[in-house]
T-cell receptor, first 112, second 117 residues
Framework: DQQVKQNSPSLSVQEGRISILNCDYT??????FLWYKKYPAEGPTFLIS???IKDKNEDGRFTVFLNKSAKHLSLHIVPSQPGDSAVYFC???????????WGAGTKLIIKP | DAGVIQSPRHEVTEMGQEVTLRCKPI?????LFWYRQTMMRGLELLIY????????DSGMPEDRFSAKMPNASFSTLKIQPSEPRDSAVYFC???????????????FGPGTRLTVL
């Protein structure tokens, strides 16, 4: 059973507009969430994270929002740039368990 | 820092052959992870080490898979015998402290693309 779900396999956004990537989770014990970005032929790279004690974390063009009641988090990229085209993975963990539980990824395509 | 180094980048082998994938973590990192990525199952954690000791290998698919970490700067993932369904991209990652916490970002290598014919 997938505990972390990214229901959109792909997303296409115009350059300069906002990209919103979504992630849902089922385990209420998760208390830390991360987003990773992956380019072809490279390993995933850390992008941004959020603790469950917060509902928003911002880093430049990237903002992650956490809605604990809905078990939902989203990554906003504003404005979107061609270099943002990549696969984005959502991951979650809990204090009692070392593991990062990963979503299946969403491929983001930024159109010029 | 050179980052996490994996070799080879690509491996093509025939069914039944032994395959060894190698990883050098970032110096000073005390956690090392082996992942497998496939289209069907996404990114799966196979095994992880803390201070060279295997902590959890529950993700290792079967006995054909084994992993070792003889020292802090080197780890191997071995498949013997290999099968076509083992074809995937295998990633190694390392982190400085316990995964998932504020300072626990995992740093990934470029991966090894394995094709078993």
């Amino acid at each position: 059973d997938q505990q972390v779900k990214q229901n959109s396999p792909s997303l296409s956004v115009q350059e300069g507009r906002i990209s919103i990537l979504n992630c849902d989770y089922t385990n209420s014990m998760f208390d830390y969430f991360l987003w990773y970005k992956k380019y072809p032929a490279e390993g995933p790279t850390f992008l941004i994270s959020i603790s469950s004690i917060k509902d928003k974390n911002e880093d430049g063009r990237f903002t992650v929002f956490l809605n604990k009641s809905a078990k939902h988090l989203s990554l906003h990229i504003v404005p979107s740039q061609p270099g943002d085209s990549a696969v984005y993975f959502c991951a979650a963990s809990m204090d009692s368990n070392y593991q990062l539980i990963w979503g299946a990824g969403t491929k983001l395509i930024i159109k010029p | 820092d050179a980052g996490v180094i994996q070799s080879p980048r690509h491996e093509v082998t025939e069914m039944g052959q032994e395959v060894t994938l190698r990883c050098k973590p970032i110096s000073g990192h005390d956690y090392l992870f082996w992942y497998r990525q496939t289209m069907m199952r996404g990114l799966e954690l196979l095994i992880y080490f803390n201070n060279n000791v295997p902590i959890d290998d529950s993700g290792m698919p079967e006995d054909r898979f084994s992993a070792k970490m003889p020292n802090a700067s080197f780890s191997t993932l071995k498949i013997q015998p290999s099968e076509p369904r083992d074809s995937a991209v295998y990633f190694c990652a390392s982190s400085l402290s316990r995964p998932g916490r504020v300072t626990d970002t995992q740093y990934f290598g470029p991966g090894t693309r394995l094709t078993v014919l």
